[in-house]
Nanobody, 116 residues
Framework: QVRLVESGGGLVQPGGSLRLSCAAS????????MSWYRQPPGKERELVAH????????NYADSVKGRFTISRDNARNTVYLQMNSLKPEDTAVYSCKVVVWSSVHWGQGTQVTVSS
């Protein structure tokens, strides 16, 4: 079955960096677009970044453009989110998502806290 496992979250100071990973299994990874979402405390989940199956196209939420980079390694069945210049408002649970045969699958999420 489809499985997504995120890692790499933690506590970081403003201006710092983190790299999140999402390890995928149970489907033909390179054939599917992947997305990162986040849910800040008390707010709705929002799309952060999206990448096509080949990695040739990406798009980002306006709030993270120029600071975050989504990438993927299809040999390792893993999608990454490099987060630089982190701000307190980036604090959230970050989750990866894939839609396989019209079914939406989420990982368990990883907490990112940006605080001094």
């Amino acid at each position: 079955q489809v499985r997504l496992v995120e890692s790499g979250g933690g506590l970081v100071q403003p201006g710092g960096s983190l790299r999140l990973s999402c390890a995928a299994s149970g489907f033909a990874f390179s054939s599917y677009a992947m997305s990162w979402y986040r849910q800040p405390p008390g707010k709705e989940r929002e799309l952060v970044a999206h990448i096509t199956g080949t990695g040739s196209n990406t798009n980002y939420a306006d709030s993270v453009k120029g600071r975050f980079t989504i990438s993927r390694d299809n040999a390792r069945n893993t999608v990454y989110l490099q987060m630089n210049s982190l701000k307190p408002e980036d604090t959230a649970v970050y989750s990866c998502k894939v839609v396989v045969w019209s079914s939406v699958h989420w990982g368990q999420g990883t907490q990112v806290t940006v605080s001094s």
